[in-house]
């Protein structure tokens, strides 16, 4: 009985494995074969913009600490750095870990890929990394003309890598989930010290 019990959950879980396989490949496929050459010109900027990004906004944040000699705002520079720094590190752990393949390997015949990419798919690092910024510059200055721009621009580059044909949904998600995350963490953890 107990061999039957483990075998159908092992059934039910490799079910819902290809199940969900299926539908991100398919909410991909959908997104991917929209490309235009001018879609593709607007969202290959959303994705080089990141590590232009990444640098720029705490590289402003402390310069302006500095020129105020404002020790806050420093601490928030520190936040920022602190959480684009976790979320590489957590999302290249990942990234080994798992060691999904990108979608135009896995599906040449279906996926066109219309930007380079690394090795691994499976978390995205691009949407990692922006959601990092943009919710660590929501926390540190929480005003709706600083959160607006910052996660629609987070939330542009993690479609722009399904759109690219570089990452799955899912890739985008736990990207998007995992900078968002360490962000927060950072911020709580940067408020606790300071208190």
């Known amino acids: 009985m107990q061999k039957i019990i483990y075998s ?36 290959s900027t959303f994705s080089n913009s990141v590590t232009p990004l990444m640098i720029t906004v705490p590289a402003s944040v402390l310069a302006y600490s ?19 720094l976790f979320a590489g590190i957590i999302t290249t752990s990942i990234k080994f ?33 922006a959601f990092s910024v943009a919710t660590s510059l929501s926390l540190a200055f929480p005003k709706w003309y600083v959160i607006a721009p910052s996660m629609l621009w987070a939330s542009t580059v993690g479609y722009s890598r399904m759109y690219l044909g570089v990452h799955y949904p899912s890739d985008v998600l736990v990207g998007a989930i995992i900078g968002a995350g360490t962000s927060y963490l950072c911020y709580k953890a940067n408020k606790w010290l300071h208190h």
């Open 8 to 43: 159908f959950i092992l059934f039910i879980t490799f079910s819902n494995s290809i199940i969900a396989q299926n539908v991100d490949f398919k909410i991909l496929k959908d997104i991917n074969s929209s490309y235009t050459t001018t879609g593709g010109k607007i969202q």
């Open 97 to 129: 870990a798992v060691h999904r393949e990108r979608p135009f390997k896995t599906y040449p015949n279906d996926i066109i890929k219309y930007s380079t990419a690394g090795s691994l798919s499976f978390p995205s690092g691009h949407t990692s990394a």
């Open 66 to 84: 500095l020129f105020r000699k404002d020790s806050v705002t420093r601490q928030k520079f520190y936040t920022i750095v602190s959480s684009e």
